[in-house]
């Protein structure tokens, strides 16, 4: 999943070097937090967060096979 959030911010931002992905397991749910330059911040959460909102289901749909549960946070 790391690869994947990876992969769509990277072409989504204007500074693709800035971009960083971690994950942190839990038992339940994993937590994947993105980190990009401050400049891209808009471009990544989109107006109204309908781009966050369409990575974050984007991600659901490809963990949907295992039973965790991936929450991804877009942090600064």
């Not at 339940?28 to 400049?39: C, K």
């Given at each position: 999943?790391?690869?994947?959030?990876?992969?769509?911010?990277?072409?989504?931002?204007?500074?693709?070097?800035?971009?960083?992905?971690?994950?942190?397991?839990?038992k339940?749910?994993?937590?994947?937090?993105?980190?990009?330059?401050?400049?891209d911040?808009?471009?990544?959460?989109?107006?109204?967060?309908r781009?966050?909102?369409?990575?974050?289901?984007?991600?659901?749909?490809?963990?949907?096979?295992?039973?965790?549960?991936?929450?991804?946070?877009?942090?600064?």
């Open positions: 999943m790391v690869e994947l959030v990876e992969a769509i911010a990277k072409s989504l931002v204007d500074h693709p070097e800035a971009v960083e992905v971690r994950e942190t397991e839990g339940m749910a994993s937590v994947i937090e993105l980190r990009v330059a401050p400049s911040m808009g471009k990544v959460i989109g107006k109204q967060g781009i966050a909102k369409a990575i974050r289901i984007v991600v659901k749909a490809a963990a949907a096979k295992s039973d965790k549960r991936i929450i991804v946070e877009i942090v600064q």
